[in-house]
């Protein structure tokens, strides 16, 4: 049974950068692609970015391109989402999530785990 574990969210200021990591266990990490997706509060959740499973496609929502990055670590089993000049906007609980499949999709449907969430909050 894979799980994900998200870790790096916290309270930071407008402005800033943050790092959010999602470690999984099990095998075959780099033959899944993986996804990050975010709820705010009173909305529903939303895509966000996401990788195939050897970190050569990526793919974004566009209200996120140039400042979040998607990456992995297929080596430690992680990826990763780097979020720079945040927003109040971006306050959410961000989620890891995986798909049984090499390719990148931004429809959450198809992703198979997910992880417990990680919150973000930003200050004005």
């Known amino acids: 049974q894979v799980q994900l574990v998200e870790s790096g969210g916290g309270l930071v200021q407008a402005g800033d950068s943050l790092r959010l990591s999602c470690a999984a266990s099990?095998?075959?990490?780099?033959?899944?692609?993986m996804g990050w997706f975010r709820q705010a509060p009173g909305k529903e959740r939303e895509f966000v970015a996401t990788i195939s499973g050897s970190g050569g496609s990526t793919s974004y929502a566009d209200s996120l391109k140039g400042r979040f990055t998607i990456s992995r670590d297929n080596a430690k089993n992680t990826v990763y989402l780097q979020m720079n000049s945040l927003k109040p906007e971006d306050t959410a609980v961000y989620y890891c999530?995986?798909?049984?499949?090499?390719?990148?999709?931004?429809?959450?449907?198809?992703?198979?785990?997910w992880g417990q969430g990680t919150q973000v909050t930003v200050s004005s």
């Open positions: 099990g095998r075959s990490f780099s033959t899944y692609a």
């Open positions: 999530a995986m798909r049984r499949t090499y390719y990148i999709t931004k429809n959450q449907r198809d992703y198979d785990v």
